[in-house]
């Protein structure tokens, strides 16, 4: 089996585009990653996904070991082929989502003993587990056990948090072992101290990874505060290995993560909010359901390539909306990720052209256009 591997291709500003090479695939940087919470990305066919330009998809760690289990999909020849996606697939490795479940879940040094959120069974993950299940499932990309407090939080509380969760990346990186063609990922934590930082980079860099994370970010401590982290925490990761943003997230706010040096990101916005009748476009955002698009015959967006937006009009889509058609979250999830791969790419090339600065101005200005509903 080939290696992973890494190749930083070009730099404008803090902004990077480039190649991380796996075996089962090319991943171009920056690269956004849609989220197939359950071995699905919601109302897409797997091949839905890959016509929008998607590299990589992004399974759920938590989700998938309670069902339909990890050693099921293990037996059935692993998540790839349980799926029918024959990309890479980046897995989390359980922490945010136990955290989500607060007072259902038990926090040790040993790890996280809680209970399932579908029938109430008691479960533990440890780094060790967490690296079993991940192992099971065939990720390429494997993420660290950590643990994520909620903002805001104190710092006696984060810093914490933050050592424990390098003591389980030390813990995690043993229990990965020699794995050719899979990746391990380390998570920087330390909230929005920037001392603390620095100080888990610095751990995670005497670990070893072949990917850094920063975490702990987009759990409601606002844009600003995250763009001011971002500001200095890409730059305390290694310049040589991805950098991956985990659950971002709005169009802006992917913007402004690349601008600071970031390689990756993933979110369940653009597939959650199809469902939900909000559209993204190069002017802003739409909700299809109002009623000033009732006898609109336009496209959603005329420079998209899209299924909705090549055959459909807004009146339709506003129609199955509001007649709660399957075919609304259908095209809609289809248009926004579409969306999301296309301002990928926009940002690509212009990293590549050396325009980066000229293209986040273009980007800014199209959205204050207008053509935006209320959200």
Not at 250 to 274: E, F, N, Q, Y
Request: hydrophobic letters at 35%; aromatic letters at 8%; proline letters at 5%.
């Amino acid at each position: 089996m080939g290696q992973f591997s890494f190749n930083k291709q070009h730099q404008d500003g803090a902004a990077r585009s480039g190649v991380i090479h796996t075996p089962r695939g090319d991943i171009r940087t920056p690269a956004f990653m849609p989220v197939g919470t359950a071995a699905t990305v919601k109302a897409m066919m797997p091949e839905s996904v890959r016509a929008t330009g998607a590299d990589i998809l992004l399974g759920n760690t938590y989700h998938l070991m309670l069902r339909p289990t990890a050693e099921r999909i293990d037996r059935l020849g692993g998540l790839h082929k349980f799926m029918n996606w024959g990309g890479p697939i980046l897995t989390d490795s359980g922490g945010f989502q136990v955290m989500s479940l607060a007072d259902l879940r038990k926090l040790t040094e040993r790890g996280v003993t809680f209970k399932s959120h579908i029938d109430g069974s008691k479960h533990e993950i440890t780094p060790e587990r967490s690296m079993e299940i991940q192992r099971l499932l065939g990720s390429d990309i494997v993420m660290c056990f950590d643990e994520c407090p909620a903002l805001p939080a104190g710092r006696d509380r984060i810093a914490e948090s933050m050592e424990l969760s390098m003591r389980w990346a030390e813990r995690s990186k043993e229990a990965f072992g020699d794995r050719p063609g899979h990746a391990l990922f380390g998570i920087q934590q330390g909230g929005l101290e920037q001392d603390l930082r620095q100080q888990s980079a610095q751990a995670l860099c005497e670990i070893g990874f072949d990917g850094y994370a920063v975490g702990g970010l987009a759990v409601g401590e606002g844009q600003a505060a995250m763009f001011g982290c971002l500001d200095y925490a890409t730059d305390q990761l290694p310049d040589d290995k991805p950098r991956y943003l985990m659950g971002v997230g709005k169009p802006d706010d992917i913007v402004g993560a690349v601008a600071r040096g970031i390689d990756m990101m993933d979110c369940v916005l653009p597939s959650r909010s199809g469902r939900t009748g909000q559209v993204f476009t190069r002017r802003g955002v739409l909700n299809i359901k109002n009623a000033r698009h009732m006898d609109d015959p336009r496209p959603l967006d005329e420079d998209c390539g899209c299924p909705a937006c090549r055959s459909y009009s807004r009146a339709y889509l506003h129609h199955v909306f509001r007649s709660q058609e399957i075919i609304s979250s259908m095209l809609l999830t289809w248009h926004n990720l579409q969306y999301y791969q296309d301002l990928m790419a926009g940002m690509r090339a212009a990293i590549s052209a050396g325009s980066f600065t000229a293209w986040q101005s273009d980007f800014h200005a199209a959205r204050a256009q207008g053509d935006i509903d209320p959200v």
